[in-house]
């Protein structure tokens, strides 16, 4: 029976730097398997200290360890990405039969082109208002799902007869929704972009090709039944590590709508999964961050700082992908931080944190934080000390009551923090101190502003340059 396992939750909007503490986790604990959860547009970077590099969205990030990966019911698949995957591991990785290293629920939903194609459309249909972070068609196919759950495709009918039928009729479902976004008008410059993606929306060879893909995946893939996880899965002796896509930030209900996924990114979803799966044993939760603010794609940042991120990340800072959008940095930002903490259930919901990319403020020889924003005095979002309200107007899980009224907070939070200014305080560090000082000196600094003990700093890209305590 497992023992233990290691539920890993990004505070962040998301590139809070999973991959590598996830890595790290299964490598220290010997794990025995990775559990994936969420969406699979994510990109969590692994570095290991025998040189390999890989940055993974399906398969968990204990691959490279050879550590199995199960796609959970509350995973969101795309079948085209697990293909592709699955290639770059085996011709560039030597992972020569990555399927071996995978089991996916019958129950896990499958995003397709057609989800994708939508998801872009949308987007670009925002014309100067972007959502951000969007266009594998994740949250499309979960959103369909929701409405038309008798058109969803699940991992369980990948080898049912009648493929090319279901996927003729999701397409069909997403001409019909987005006529009236075809219609409308486009920017100039997403011209060609539209083209291409209406092309291929009305274009049956691309549906052929489609199905094809996905009826080769279908031989690979190892589909397993839902009981899978709890009988066979969790009665493995050790450890396991539940890997979840996302950032709380970005969660559907707790982030700053719309910028925002369809799924839901707090630790309690996984605890429930786990629940369900009939395991009662120890589960330990950390919260990730890095030592700095980031975000990639449209939303609310009240630290962002273009000098800090032509800084930190130089080779990002150019970037300004249609529908990914530019990645932004900043001091770390305790007022979000704490928000996320709270939303998950408060401090005593973690037992520590994971603090990444401390080796990248190190070299700057300051550790820039923010503690309070000028211009938080709405008192229905704010407290008089300057924290962000927490809704707990709607649970989000069943039903539609109350969503809307919770919805409409996260966009008038999204709004004014729009319009708030961080305060920023300086943490001089020194730039040959040891790394264990620097543990000391985050670990302090971290409990003081979340009460939440530090168990993991990061001070370079490997399993070996991550400090556990």
Same mark, same amino acid.
């Given at each position: $029976?497992? %023992? ?16 590598? @503490? ?6 220290? $604990? ?8 969420? +969406? ?26 050879? !550590? ?40 896990a939903l499958c995003a397709t082109p057609f989800h994708g194609i939508a998801s872009r459309l949308k987007e670009l249909a925002r014309r100067d208002h972007p959502r951000g972070t969007v266009g594998a068609g994740v949250g499309q196919a979960y959103r369909a799902y929701r409405q038309s759950p008798e058109l969803a495709l699940l991992a369980g009918d990948l080898k049912?007869? +009648? ?14 929704? #987005?006529?009236?976004? !075809? &219609?409308?008008?486009?920017?100039? +410059? ?7 993606? @209406? ?10 090709? @489609? ?9 690979? #893939? ?61 589960? *330990? ?39 990914? +959008? ?8 305790? @007022? ?67 969503? %809307? ?28 101190? %040891?790394?264990? &000082? ?18 993991? *700093? ?12």
């Amino acid at each position: $029976m497992t %023992s233990k396992i290691y539920v890993v939750t990004d505070l962040s909007p998301g590139d809070g730097g999973k991959g590598g @503490v996830v890595h790290r986790i299964c490598t220290m $604990m010997s794990a025995h398997t990775v559990i994936k959860r969420g +969406g699979a547009q994510g990109s969590h970077g692994v570095r290991t200290s025998g040189g390999r590099s890989f940055d993974f969205s399906q398969w968990g990030c204990g691959t490279l360890d050879g !550590i199995p990966t199960h796609l959970s019911e509350q995973m969101i698949i795309t079948p085209e990405g697990l293909l592709n995957e699955a290639a770059h591991l085996r011709y560039e990785q030597g992972v020569f039969q990555p399927f071996d290293l995978l089991t996916a629920d019958r129950r896990a939903l499958c995003a397709t082109p057609f989800h994708g194609i939508a998801s872009r459309l949308k987007e670009l249909a925002r014309r100067d208002h972007p959502r951000g972070t969007v266009g594998a068609g994740v949250g499309q196919a979960y959103r369909a799902y929701r409405q038309s759950p008798e058109l969803a495709l699940l991992a369980g009918d990948l080898k049912q007869p +009648g493929l090319r039928d279901r996927l003729a009729a999701i397409r069909q479902a997403i001409q019909s929704e #987005l006529q009236p976004i !075809i &219609a409308g008008e486009f920017l100039t +410059g997403d011209q060609a972009a539209y083209d291409q993606e @209406v092309r291929l929306l009305h274009d049956d060879g691309f549906l052929d090709y @489609v199905t094809t893909r996905f009826a080769e995946l279908s031989g690979q #893939l190892n589909v397993v039944s839902h009981d899978y996880l709890g009988n066979e899965i969790l009665a493995k002796e050790g450890v396991a590590v539940v890997e979840t896509s996302h950032g709380v930030l970005t969660d559907r209900l707790v982030g700053f709508h719309p910028h925002t996924s369809a799924i839901r990114t707090l630790p309690s979803f996984s605890h429930g999964m786990l629940r369900n799966a009939g395991y009662d044993g120890k589960i *330990v939760n950390i919260g990730i961050t890095r030592a700095y603010a980031v975000r990639h794609g449209a939303g609310p940042m009240p630290s962002a700082d273009l000098r800090l991120t032509e800084r930190l990340l130089p080779q990002n800072a150019a970037d300004d992908n249609r529908y990914q +959008g530019k990645v932004r940095a900043g001091p770390l930002d305790f @007022v979000l931080l704490r928000y996320a903490v709270e939303a998950c259930g408060g401090p005593s919901m973690f037992d520590g944190l994971a603090v990444t990319c401390f080796d990248q403020v190190q070299q700057t020889g300051i550790w820039q934080v923010c503690d309070r924003y000028h211009g938080a005095l709405d008192p229905t979002l704010f407290t008089p000390t300057g924290a962000i309200r927490v809704w707990n107007g709607a649970d989000g899980n069943n039903s539609n009551n109350g969503i %809307s009224g919770q919805l409409e907070y996260q966009a008038a939070l999204g709004r004014q923090l729009l319009d708030c200014s961080p305060e920023i305080h300086q943490i001089r560090l020194d730039k040959d101190a %040891s790394q264990h &000082a620097l543990y000391g000196l985050c670990a302090g600094t971290m409990l003081q502003s979340t009460d939440i003990p530090v168990r993991m *700093v990061s001070f370079g890209p490997t399993e070996l340059d991550k400090l556990c305590k």
